[in-house]
């Protein structure tokens, strides 16, 4: 291995202190004894009893959690299915149109994606609550799934699927016990990938939600509008966390799953 | 007990198992197979044999339902077969890839299609374990596919195919990857289940070997097309084209030209070399520049020149290959040609007074070499 030299090692540590001094900055503050945010007084845990006794936030945050696990999963079933026939369809009629289609939300503004939405709401007259927040989130979660299940599709082996055929099984069989399990890591990603997208977003959640249902990013940031309070660096410090454990959890099953499945392939199909 | 011969296409009142009708397979405008018309019978087992690409795999995913084809129809027990989806025809095949389904042990894998079949546990259960016995898999039933040998995977392939007992199997180089004592043994296994059975076996091998101990009938191929379809031993013995000759077995081939004479031809083939005669009831058309086939088991070699021989020619020893149970020779004749002479080695060492740059007769009877047309 070689060595870092001086001017990698700085260039690390810039790049890194670029990208976490905010973080750990408010991850200390939290930790703060005064209600002076930017002044310190000591070490103290007092906001995160704070927190817990505020109704506003914790309801805000059962909210997101509600809408950002029935989103991805409904979007991880529709991603799937959506990647499933783009890349086994074969030529159908339309396919360029149906995956332009399906990327295009990738690359849309999510001003745009949530005006829309508001609009499509509005038209036909859904009053906007969780039901709504859980629609838009699945919108456009599932172009991200649906990215995620097709670039393992392609390399998935179409023997196999051939195989279970042959041996008797339906189409949709031979999708359940075949490709489904050989796929799972890609679709369990694709599924972590829709909740942490769930969790975070604030734009369109803002655009769809309505005054029954908040969700918490909406909450902070209508809240920092007011001030910055000491409850918010405690709240955005436990957010933090949980996304933290989140992706390394994500990275690490599907980094290993796909590794071991790819192994596991390449020796079941010869050369 | 009277025993009849095997011989359902010389019968005209049997009716085809599979029957392929002009079929012809286009991948864009690459043909793949072209215009193809061939009749597989019930309890045939029948081999597919020819240079790789020559469109074999095609073949056999098309019976299967894999790919569609172009023009012409596949029929299988009398009705066209198009319409039915892979799932619903009665045919297993074994992939040259295997495909093996990853996230399932051996024994699942075998279990895989008696399971779709609905069938009672014990049933599956005592089907695996008579497939595992016969692969002889009983040791790694429960290992998952990478944790196995490229042959013992390949056994499993085999038996997942066999397990359902379908009407026809196809088996895409079932055996590649064994050894020979192993091949063998498979071989004999496979023949068996085929009389048990009565199962029909279309089978492509790349070893002709193999293909001569359990064919029935052997198919060779070349570039989408059949250049002949004929037992074993005919294919052997009189290929109907140089391909034919050259792809099955070592051969000699002797180019020359061809007189009609008696109930054969006469081959003149060098300048200062006898007249050769080939028995034949082939017609050449008119006659002329020809090839002539000899296997190099028929041609005789003689230290002495022999007598009443119809075919003889004498040359030097060029080379002599030993290969324990037969002896080749090269011997090249003054013309310039080489031919090989084999002889099975009956003693303990082979032909004492035979060696390097010894003159040497060659001599094979009017019937032994086929004459080709050019
Ligand atoms: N899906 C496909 N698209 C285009 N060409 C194909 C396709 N499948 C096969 N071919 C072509 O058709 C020809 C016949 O292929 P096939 O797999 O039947 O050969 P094969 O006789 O089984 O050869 P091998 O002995 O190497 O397995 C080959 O030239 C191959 O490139
Ligand atoms: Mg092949």
């Given at each position: 291995m070689r060595?870092?030299?001086?001017f990698n090692a700085t260039s690390l540590t810039?790049?890194?202190a670029f990208l976490y001094i905010p973080m750990l900055i408010l991850i200390i503050f939290s930790f703060n004894a005064s209600k002076l945010v930017m002044v310190w007084a000591g070490f103290s845990t007092r906001w995160y009893g704070e927190l817990l006794q505020n109704e506003a936030f914790l309801s805000a945050a059962w909210t997101t959690l509600k809408v950002a696990v029935a989103s991805s999963t409904i979007a991880t079933v529709l991603g799937t299915m959506a990647a499933y026939v783009l890349i086994r369809g074969g030529r159908f009629w339309g396919r360029t149109l149906f995956s332009g289609m399906i990327y295009a939300p990738l690359v849309m503004p999510e001003v745009i994606t949530g005006l829309s939405l508001l609009l499509l709401f509005i038209g036909i007259g859904l009053d906007r609550g969780v039901l709504t927040i859980v629609l838009a989130h699945t919108t456009f979660s599932m172009c991200f799934v649906s990215v995620v299940v097709s670039s393992?599709?392609?390399?998935?082996?179409?023997?196999?699927?051939?195989?279970a055929l042959d041996l008797g099984s339906t189409p949709f069989e031979a999708f359940r016990l075949v490709t489904l399990p050989i796929i799972a890591p890609a679709v369990i990603s694709g599924w972590l990938l829709a909740f942490t997208l769930s969790l975070d977003d604030l734009v369109i959640a803002s655009f769809t939600s309505g005054p029954s249902a908040t969700t918490l990013p909406i909450k902070i940031f209508s809240s920092i509008r007011l001030g910055v309070s000491p409850e918010i660096n405690a709240l955005s410090t436990i957010l933090i966390l949980i996304v933290t454990i989140g992706v390394l959890t994500a990275s690490?099953?599907?980094?290993?799953?796909?590794?071991?499945?790819?192994?596991?392939?390449?020796?079941?199909?010869r050369n | 007990m009277a025993q009849t011969v095997f011989e359902p296409w010389n019968d005209p009142d049997q009716e085809p198992l599979i029957q392929f009708r002009n079929v012809t397979k286009r991948f864009g405008d690459f043909t793949a197979i072209d215009n193809l018309s061939l009749d597989i019978f019930e309890r045939e087992f029948f081999a597919l044999l020819g240079p790789s690409g020559c469109g074999k795999t095609t073949m056999m995913r098309m019976l299967a339902g894999f790919e569609?084809?172009?023009?012409?129809?596949?029929?299988?027990?009398?009705?066209?077969?198009?319409?039915?989806?892979?799932?619903?025809?009665?045919?297993?095949?074994?992939?040259?890839?295997?495909?093996?389904f990853p996230h399932l042990s051996v024994w699942d894998n075998i279990a895989f299609g008696l399971k779709r079949d609905r069938l009672p546990k014990k049933a599956i259960g005592d089907r695996v374990s008579e497939m595992l016995q016969l692969t002889r898999l009983e040791k790694f039933a429960h290992r998952k596919p990478h944790q196995i040998s490229g042959g013992q995977r390949q056994r499993v392939a085999l038996a997942r195919s066999l397990a359902k007992a379908p009407k026809l199997l196809l088996l895409d180089e079932p055996l590649g990857a064994l050894d020979k004592k192993l091949r063998q043994d498979t071989q004999f296994e496979l023949m068996d289940i085929q009389e048990k059975t009565g199962t029909t076996f279309v089978i492509v091998t790349h070893d002709q070997e193999e293909a001569m101990t359990v064919a029935s009938?052997?198919?060779?191929?070349?570039?989408?097309?059949?250049?002949?379809v004929d037992t074993p031993a005919q294919i052997y013995e009189s290929p109907n084209s140089l391909y034919v000759a050259d792809f099955i077995g070592d051969v000699n081939i002797i180019e020359g030209h061809a007189k009609k004479s008696g109930d054969g031809y006469d081959i003149t083939f060098a300048e200062g070399q006898p007249v050769l005669h080939a028995k034949t009831s082939r017609d050449l058309g008119s006659a002329g520049k020809c090839y002539?086939?000899?296997?190099?088991?028929?041609?005789t070699v003689s230290a002495e020149k022999p007598e009443g021989r119809t075919n003889l020619v004498k040359g030097t020893i060029l080379d002599i290959a030993y290969l324990g149970n037969l002896s080749t020779y090269h011997v090249k004749l003054a013309s310039g040609q080489i031919i090989k002479a084999q002889t099975a080695n009956t003693r303990r060492i082979a032909r004492r007074d035979l060696t390097w740059e010894d003159e040497v007769w060659l001599s094979w009877t009017e019937t032994a070499a086929v004459v080709l047309e050019v």
């Open positions: 060595r870092l030299t001086w810039l790049g890194f393992r599709l392609v390399s998935f082996d179409r023997s196999l699927e051939e195989a690490l099953v599907s980094k290993r799953s796909s590794l071991k499945m790819q192994a596991d392939e390449r020796a079941a199909v | 569609g084809v172009s023009e012409g129809a596949i029929y299988l027990s009398g009705k066209d077969i198009a319409p039915v989806p892979p799932n619903k025809r009665a045919v297993n095949m074994m992939f040259q890839s295997y495909a093996l009938r052997v198919a060779v191929m070349d570039e989408g097309r059949l250049i002949q002539l086939a000899i296997r190099p088991e028929k041609v």
